[in-house]
Structure formats: C-alpha cells, structure tokens
C-alpha cells in the first residue's frame, strides 16, 4: 500500500507487520500525552516534585536526551566541517536522532514549566547572566538547525522528491550544509556548557558547585566533553538496534569502529578530568563548606553512585572503546557504547536529583525523591515518540545511503545494482 | 526595548549576549535565504529559456 513512499533499492517489512509496531509505541506515546494532558489541566501536584525537588525526572532525562543528542553536531562537525567522509555513512540518522532527542526535550520542558503560555517570558525578559537562559535560547535555535538538517532528508522521500520544488531547495539545503553545522556546533558547545554550568555556579549547593575559568565552573567543560563522549556511543547504538530489529546491515563496519574510537578517546579525556575534577572539589570545595566528603553520600543515593558513574560506566566502557582488539568484538563494543551513555546519564541524575537531595540548611533532613506514573508517562512518551520517529524516517526515507549496497535487493536472482537511492553529492 | 529584549541595556554582558545570538541567528538565516533564493532562480530558469 505504501510501496510508492518507499526508497528504491531498499526492502521493508509489509505493512501488515510495520503497523503492529507502531501501535505498540503510539500506546506509549499515548501514555504520555494523557499525562501531560493532566499536568496542564490539574497542574504539577502530578508530580512528586516539590519545594526540594524543583527539578526530577524530566529534567534527568531532558540533561540526558540532550546530551545523547550531541552526536548530531558533533558528527555534523566532523563530517561537514572537519571532512570525515567516512561518517557520511551515518550523518542521517545522527541528524534524525539528534531531533529527536531535542524535539522530545523541548516538549518534556513545556510541560515542566507548569505554564507553557508563559514560555516565551525567558526570551523576551532575557536574564543575560543566567546560564539557563543561554540554555533555553541555544537549544531553541539548535532545534531550528535540526529540522533544517533534517529538511533535505524529508525531500528525498520518493515521492517528494518528484515535486521540482521540493527536490531543488532539499539540494540547495544540503549544499549549504556546512553554514549550518558550524552554526550547529556553536550553538550545541554553549547549551552543552550551560547546562554544566548551571549546576557548578550553585554556590549554596557544595555538591554541585566547582570552581573554574573566568566565569564558567568546571562543570561547564565537563559537560561539553561528556557530551561528545557519549553522542556518537548513543548514534551507534541506536544504528544498532535498528540494525538488529530490521535483520539488515545499515552501515559498514568501519564506520561503527570510528565511531567507537572517536567515543572512546573522547570518553577517557573526560573520565581522566573527571577524577581530578572530583579530588579537587573533595579536598577543596567540601572542606571550605564545612563538610566531608561522606556527608554527600547518605540515603539511597550512596557512594555506590559515584563509584557506578566514574568507575564502573566511566573507566570500563574508555577502556573499552579505546582499544582495537576490544571494539573489533561486536558484543564488547555494544557493551562500550551502552556503559559509556549510562554514566553519562548517571553523571546528569547525580547533578539534577542528588545535588537537591542533599540537606543545605541545618533543619533539612536527607531527601529522597520517586517520580509518579505521569512523569514516567512523559519520559517514556518521549521515548516512544523518538521509536515512532526514526521507524518512519528509516521506512520512507533513505536513512543509510550504505543500506542499498549491503543489501542488495535481488529480482529473478539477479541482485538490482540501480538502487535508485537519492544521493546527494 | 532596543534590540529586541524588553530590559535591553546597553552594557557588556547584553551586548556579548545579544550579539553572538544575534550573529548566530544571521548565519542560520543567511543559509536558509540564500538556498531559497538559489532555489528560486533554479525555479525561474526554465521559464526564460
């Protein structure tokens, strides 16, 4: 029925199996939007955030989606700007991935605010010192970069692309690619950074707070190389699991080794800053608040975090990634690139949940916080939302420009060598 | 009000904000205008032939 939508060249499952699939994330989608339907209606008491918790979970998973989304720019800025054609391969579903992740934050905050008619006051009554300002207005424009990223991509569906108008501004778009990576890259190393940043200028929270260079804390870099690290893992993972679900080859395997090395090396950078990070802020920022380093770690959110996030999802996945033998293995490399994004979204849980939980004031006592079935109606929706997404953009769009190559479709016995995929030089 | 921020005031921390948004918000529209103008002219070629 949808055969016409279909790039040439490639196979898809029939209908009749791709619905099912669908359904079964609209359900989810389905969940969420029933959520934030009672959220706007009744309001945050939805929610299990309160005066201690002004941030949950949302927030853990808009840090984090936006962190797993830098594989977009920074795969962008690699291939468009730095010219690593090897990662062509890849650069569409980077680029879907990475829209997914700040589409699905940008709504997930819309809800958080409580107040979305109010969401325009942060870039009209600009706080120009404030990092979470910068935050909003970057990852704003960045999800502007994205679709216009993403628009080329759309354009080249079959049938689309039969429509002059639409095939020759796709063409134009992605001539001018470059202007928009680096515009890309600028706008993501200050979101990435920011949102680092707002938590290391916490001075009344030692847990958080770091200090740093001019007027960006530690955290602020820590963030933009954490981000890095784990971006390209996230693009590879998820190329994986596609991989794995739709029973095809999608990408050469070079191009997931390249991804690991540029993950794994990025990774080691930050788990190396990280450590003297933390024993700089343990011999200096905690003694200077009057504390020591165990009062941080009380509750369910024990040292057992810390040793999670730097040793077990920090040194192991580095390692891993970092060495040929090790990544060459494709159960270890998977391995690698799912540790390596799990610190990283324990690294933004420790800075979102745990540095509120901690008691600041001498009548506050050690908090604990559980998000209830709405918020996870949310963060999941969002998830279900990206699933629906990249299903169709891999159905109706030609996602992998390898996927024709190392798939070829055979007709009467004789592979088909014309896929009749559109490539854009 | 000018540019465009209602508590505009002219000091450092408005103007390097502002105007790297600003620059960066021109390069993204630089872009996107001139492929609709390339695009445009690409439209128009047929017709004067």
Redesign the interface.
Known sequence: MDLALIPNGVQRCSLKRFLPWMLLWSLVVAWGLVSAFLCFYKGLNQTNMNHYFAFGLWITFDLSLIALGAGAFFTGFLTHIIGKEDLKAIINAAVVIGFICYSAAIAMLGVDIGQPLRGWFIF???N??SML??VS?CIT?YL??LT?EYLPLIFSNRKLNEI??FS??GD??H??MA??A??GT??SFFHQGSLGGLFGVLFARPFAFREGFLIWPWTFFLFILSSIAAGPSFTLLCVWVAKKVTGKELVKRGVFNMLAKISGWLLTAYIILKILDTISWAYGVVPRAGLSFMDFYEGPYGIWLMIAEIGIFGIIPAIILITPRLRERNGLLIIGALMNITGIALNRFAFTIQTLTIPVMPFDVFMSYFPTWQEWGIALGAVGYGILLFSLSYRYLPLFPQEAELNPVKVLGKAVTDSGLVQRR | MFPF???WTWDA??L???GL?YL??G??A???I???V??WL??RAPHRK
Do not use: D, S
Request: cysteine-free.
């Open positions: 009209w009554h600009a120009v010192h300002t910068e207005f424009a502007g970069v216009i002059r108008e020759i501004f134009n778009l001539r001018t202007v928009f680096a515009a600028f706008l | 921020v209602f508590e921390g408005y390097i904000f502002m948004l960066v918000l390069v993204i630089f872009g996107l001139y492929a609709l390339k695009t690409q439209l």
